[in-house]
């Protein structure tokens, strides 16, 4: 019955002169959604309005659930598209459209014309009156609702005319790449897969920096962390992950430093290798899953240490968020079930039983003296040897 999808975008129509940009942006990530699906489809736009039309036989749920994993839409409605043949010829359209869409007709409606073709011979008011007196004589089951009805039959006098009655949501949000590119620290936990969806709807790119730390992390462990990011690249698209080995950093702090110190020291040190990786990358910032809190390594104190070995912004879009808030988000994009698996991943291996909590930076800058004789070949040798995986959905 549908050939055609009408897509609904909602921050991009406040944009000024640069608002093609935009649309350009969401255009180009439909088009990488929708050549993963069974089907020939052409998108084209038109009088403010974008549509997606199919040539030939394709898979509608799988259509509709890529433009649900695509940024910047709000609503994908199934449409019928028609000809101007006269107001006759539309009623029997839209009589037509109600009975081939929707079996049972124990329900309630409302009629929503909007005209903008404003020569056309009648107004809205008098096609919405008009239309549902029709359905009323054809369908005498049918009730009308004005307040809050079942279903909303929304006809649109264009240079074509749209009829559709249903709006799946979309994800919201802003295109993809349109608001420059950032490196998320991923790691196995619930928090920075939710970190990197929340930055890509705002329209950022992402890449990763994982660090990984065998043998005390397995094979598993860093496999998971590459399911999550497959997981976010469904909607943010690819990503280059890079996959840091971790571990003679990890054990040279761990001799050297305070235990208690452990987890803002090693943090310090990753904030630098995932900088160095995104200023290869031209990223404009970092992106990390912490809440205010949320452990000991996350007091305003800590982040304010980690934060002062960073030349670039740090992004926490979780920053105020409690735990609960963010499983919820983690379960609406997938996410949840991958992060939970039992692999450990390096930070919880190596954390302290008693970790600081309000750290000093003068006591962190001193103990960090006692790196001084191996940690740069160590960083280096880390950098030297980070594998690259490329992560598409």
């Not at 008011?125 to 359905?135: D, T, Y």
Request: net charge negative; proline share 5%; hydrophobic share 40%.
């Amino acid at each position: 019955m549908y050939k055609a999808f009408l897509i609904k975008y909602a921050e991009i129509a406040i944009k000024g002169k640069n608002r093609y940009l935009f649309e350009d942006a969401l255009v180009s990530q439909m088009k990488r959604a929708l050549g993963k699906v069974d089907g020939t489809f052409k998108i084209r736009r038109e009088q403010g309005r974008i549509y997606v039309e199919t040539e030939g036989e394709y898979d509608f749920d799988e259509a509709v659930e890529a433009l649900r994993h695509v940024f910047g839409i709000v609503g994908i409605c199934p449409v019928v598209i028609l000809k101007d043949e006269g107001f006759e010829q539309l009623l029997d359209e839209v009589v037509r459209y109600v009975e081939a869409a929707y079996p049972e007709k124990n329900f309630t409606f409302k009629v929503n014309a909007r005209r903008a073709r404003k020569n056309y011979p009648l107004e809205s008011m008098e096609i919405n009156a008009r239309v549902g007196e029709r359905l009323l004589e054809a369908f005498p089951e049918l009730r009308v609702d004005v307040h809050s009805p079942d279903v909303m039959v929304n006809i649109e006098i264009r240079n074509q005319i749209n009829l559709y009655s249903t709006v799946i949501p979309g994800p919201g949000g802003m295109p993809v790449g349109t608001n420059g590119k950032a490196m998320l620290l991923l790691s196995g936990g619930i928090d920075s897969p939710v970190a990197g969806y929340m930055i890509a709807k705002r329209g950022v790119a992402i890449d990763a920096t994982y660090f990984h730390a065998p043998p005390y992390t397995s094979e598993r462990a860093k496999q998971k962390v590459v399911d999550l990011a497959k997981i976010v690249a469904k909607y943010a698209g690819p990503i280059n992950l890079h996959v840091v080995n971790f571990t003679d950093i990890q054990l040279y702090i761990y001799e050297q430093c305070p235990h208690e110190e452990l987890t803002i020291i090693m943090r310090r040190y990753m904030m630098k290798l995932a900088e160095h990786f995104a200023k290869e990358n031209k990223c404009l910032g970092l992106i990390t899953g912490e809440s205010i809190g949320q452990v000991a390594s996350q007091t305003m104190q800590s982040l304010a240490a980690t934060n002062e070995v960073c030349t670039m912004p740090v992004y926490r879009p979780l920053i105020g968020f409690d735990k609960q808030e963010i499983v919820e988000i983690s379960e609406k994009i997938g996410a949840y079930e991958t992060s939970i698996l039992p692999y450990e991943d390096c930070c919880t291996i190596f954390v302290a039983k008693h970790p600081v909590t309000k750290p000093s930076l003068n006591v962190i800058h001193n103990d960090e003296k006692k790196l001084a004789e191996k940690i740069d070949a160590l960083m280096q040798e880390a950098i030297d040897t980070v594998e690259v995986i490329h992560i598409e959905a």
